[in-house]
Each structure stands twice: as C-alpha cells, then as structure tokens.
C-alpha cells in the first residue's frame, strides 16, 4: 500500500512546488539572408507560497516588460547541433565576457508570474533549441540582502549564496 503511495505523493508535492514556464513562437523573420530569427514570449508563474529568484542578464535588468524584445545569445553545440538559450545569456554580454557573467536578481513572488518577449538568431544547421530555465527557492530566500549584495559587491558574487535548480525545456523552432 505504501509502495502505491509514494509515488502519488511525489507527484503531488512536485506539481505543488514547481514554476510553470511557458513559451511561445510568436514569429520568426530573416536578416539579410544569413540567419532566421525566432521571436518568442516567455512566461514564468510562480506556483508555490514562496518567492522565486530567477537570474537574468545584467542587460536586459531594466529593460524586461512585456513592451520589449530581448536578445538572447545562444550556447551553441556543434556536436548535436543544438543551440541552447537564457534569459541570463543575453547576446551583448556574450559578446563582452562569455566567462564571468554578472546577473541580476528578479524576484517573483507567489502566485504572480514575469512576462517578457525574446527573440534569437537561429542558423540553418541548427537541428533543435532549448530555453533553459534557473532559479533558486526556499527558505532564506531574502530580497533585501541579495539586493544589498548586488549594489555592494561584485555583481556575481550574490548567486553563489543561493542553490539554483535548472530546467531545460524544448522549444519550438
């Protein structure tokens, strides 16, 4: 009976306690015949009673709203021709420093979710794409000293206080 409902409960509590990251394919044009560009909106409900911090790029801290198209930059595997994106790679700071990232902290509270418009130039050879989803939840999750954090130190320095979970989601091309 117990072996029954272990997995019932398993499935309850994850669907309790996880965000809901929906993309969508709102258009895709060309630039000067070179590469496609997909444009997509994205949206992240925070389904738990608690906040979330989602890191984003540095670029994009002022600018996200749904009025706006963000640049992603893509992460890029040879291999499986697979190009994996973020809303912490925006393609200006790629271009700047691939190495040593800053993000900014976007806290969203419970129950409320972030909206937002990206697009990505996609090339020919590219087989399949990925939005790949950061953020941290739990208990000592306080705004106020990762704000503090980000205003006083080095501007990366604030995410290595917090344990992120990663998601990678399909997305359409």
């Known amino acids: 009976m117990t072996i029954k409902i272990v997995p019932l409960l398993l499935l309850l509590c994850n669907v309790a306690l996880s965000q809901e ?6 258009g895709e044009g060309k630039i000067s015949g070179q590469s496609a560009v997909n444009y997509y909106s994205v949206s992240i409900y925070n389904n738990t009673d608690k906040p979330i ?19 992603l930059g893509g992460v890029y595997s040879e291999k499986d021709s697979i190009i994996v994106v973020s809303l912490f790679w925006s393609k200006k700071d790629l271009e700047i420093d691939p190495q040593q990232m800053p993000g900014y902290p976007v806290v969203i509270n419970p129950r409320t979710y972030l909206l937002t418009n990206i ?7 590219i087989k399949g794409a990925y ?30 206080t917090l344990k992120f979970i990663e998601d990678r989601l399909s997305i359409q091309l």
């Open 119 to 125: 697009l990505f130039h996609r090339s020919s050879n």
């Open 21 to 26: 990251v929906k993309i969508i394919k709102t």
């Open 131 to 160: 939005f790949e989803f950061k953020y941290s939840f739990g208990p000592n999750l306080d705004y106020q000293k990762i704000s503090s954090s980000y205003n006083a130190e080095p501007k990366f320095r604030w995410m290595k």
């Open 53 to 71: 911090c989602v890191p984003v790029s540095n670029y994009f801290s002022y600018r996200m709203n749904t009025n706006d198209t963000l640049e």
